[in-house]
């Protein structure tokens, strides 16, 4: 018997039906191909910006990342360790996922659908039903640099330029919420790093974002990414902002997943903050294609929704109650 495989969006498919030395391999192990087990829970398969890695949505925004090698997932940003012994598998371009690992990705589905219904008997709610209450939030949203700062410059595009209209799209989607979106600069100004951080800390904002370009030597660099504070609980908050808002960017565009990264440079404005704290990078002005797509006004609308679908995803875990616990003290 042959097997046909045919690849889109950086995903396997099955086409075909397989040797029988692979299906005895596959049923020995309890490894199911993850394109397969996409279809069955009703997931998107999306590649990030790592060979093995894969982001895998649902059409309610709800996420998991999986990784070749290791022992645990990422649902939501949080990370769940795999029950049994096996790994996830790479096979040619596609990934085997452990039959414990399939049942979890079920049981997290379920248990968060669960929580946005009371019960069976009762109309089917959407997972939009009950989104998470946003109102009182206060959220900074600095655009990076500005002024006599361009940032990256390529192609004659200013970075300082792109960051400044993908924020203020950001602060009128959140005001439409409720939110208290708070501008570091709304016009072609350089406000001082302290000067940022210090706005955010003295309007005791609860979360502070603030949004980059990213440039690189290598021209085919491209993707979305962020960096966050390390230090504490704070510091695992500020991981989870970062995982929810990257993941919200991506699957609003489609572009690659960079991850979230700890901090190891010491970046004032999140070392100077006093709450959960990111720094994004939305895209690579380096990269020709990417640079036309950062400046085109639908697309930075999407950023913009990402990055509000990211709020939306990390207040649902966390509240508005537990988040100002963290903050209520400053750090060291």
Known sequence: MSCRFVTGFGVLL?????????????????????????????????????????????RDGRSFYVMAGKHYYRFMGDRKQLPG???????????LLPSELVA????????SRSQSAESSTQPAQT?????????????????GHGGTDPGAIYGGIHEKAVVLAVALATIRKLKALG???????????????DARASLANRRKADLFISIHADSASRRSASGVGAFFRADGARGRQ?????VAVVDGIVTRTDASNRRARADSRGLRVLRKTHM???????GFLTNAAERRRLVDARYQERVAQGIVDGIKGYMSRTGTAALRRVGATPPR
């Open 14 to 58: 099955l086409l075909g039906a397989c040797t029988h030395t692979k299906d005895a391999a596959i049923r020995t192990t309890g490894s199911r191909p993850l394109s397969e087990v996409a279809r069955s829970l009703g997931l998107t398969v999306r590649p990030t910006g790592f060979a093995e890695d894969r982001l895998l949505v649902h």
């Open 85 to 95: 012994a096996e790994v996830i598998q790479v096979t040619r371009s596609d990934l």
């Open 104 to 111: 979890a990705l079920r049981r997290d589905l379920d248990g």
């Open 127 to 143: 997972a939009d039903a009950k989104p998470p209450r946003l109102g009182g939030l206060t959220v900074v949203i600095d655009a």
């Open 179 to 193: 939110v208290q979106a708070i501008p570091t600069r709304t016009s072609d100004t350089r406000p001082s790093l």
């Open 238 to 242: 500020s991981r989870k902002l970062a």
């Open 276 to 282: 959960p704290a990111i720094l994004l990078e939305i």
